[in-house]
């Protein structure tokens, strides 16, 4: 029995869904494609959705609509997730000093990984690395407590509820860039300081400090490609054909 192939020069071209808005997927339509395909134009916005996500350093002031914040709150909620097991939860910081609290949390990171970066550190205090205090909406994405009871998939990779938020957090960012919203993914904190600045049970653990809000535009390109902090990797290069190492044909 034949084995089915990547076609490579497609899977590397400019029109393996990289510019949803120049190149039709109709190109990739074969007699075969299964009744359960989207339509194009919904491809095409799904595409394109993947392609222009952002991590959003700035932010307008306006609020977002409750009615928006739960359609994203929903959009993560309905995330993949090992087991079934939902591990996400996510707390909305409404309380301006707490705003400021871990805003302090996030400066203190900041300057220990730039000490960290060693020759890259004057280059990395240039960095626009958060919007806390100017975004509308601040949420944190957590796991929740007693995850050692989740056995399903979890037995020999128990990451996999780690796995299952990062899930959830994709979801929302790709609805929030369709909704026009900018969402950024804040990563430089303490773990233990934010759960205890937000009375979390012992064994859960803060993940993501996430930034949302109405923006003027969003960036051509991410932020630390425009920036020059490091380039994207061809995809050539990190797709390998049975053993690792192995380019494919």
Known sequence: MGRSRLSLPLLYGR????????????????????QNRYSDPECAAVYRAIYERRDMR?????????ELLLRLLNAA??????GFMQ????????????RKAIHALVEQERMLTAKALNEREDEFMKLKVEGILECPEIL?????????????????????????????IQNMWLAAR????????VSMFEPVALKTLLNMPEDSQPFAVL?????????????????QWADRKDLKDLLFENVWNTPCR
Not at 58 to 66: T, V
Request: proline residues 10%; glycine residues 6%; hydrophobic residues 40%.
């Open 15 to 34: 029109c393996f869904y990289g510019d949803a808005t120049r190149c039709p997927t109709t190109a990739l339509n074969n007699p075969h494609m299964s």
């Open 178 to 185: 369709a909704e026009g919203i900018g969402l950024g993914w």
């Open 77 to 82: 909620h309905h995330a993949p997730s090992v």
């Open 58 to 66: 700035h932010f307008l002031p306006d609020p977002i609509a409750p």
């Open 87 to 98: 591990p996400w939860r996510f707390i909305r910081i409404s309380c301006p000093t707490l």
């Open 140 to 168: 944190i994405a957590a796991l929740c407590e007693q995850r050692q009871h989740s056995i399903f998939g979890r037995r020999t990779l128990p990451e996999m509820d780690l796995a299952s938020l990062a899930c959830a």
């Open 211 to 227: 930034c949302l809000g109405h923006v003027d535009k969003f960036y051509d390109k991410p932020m630390l490609e425009q920036e």
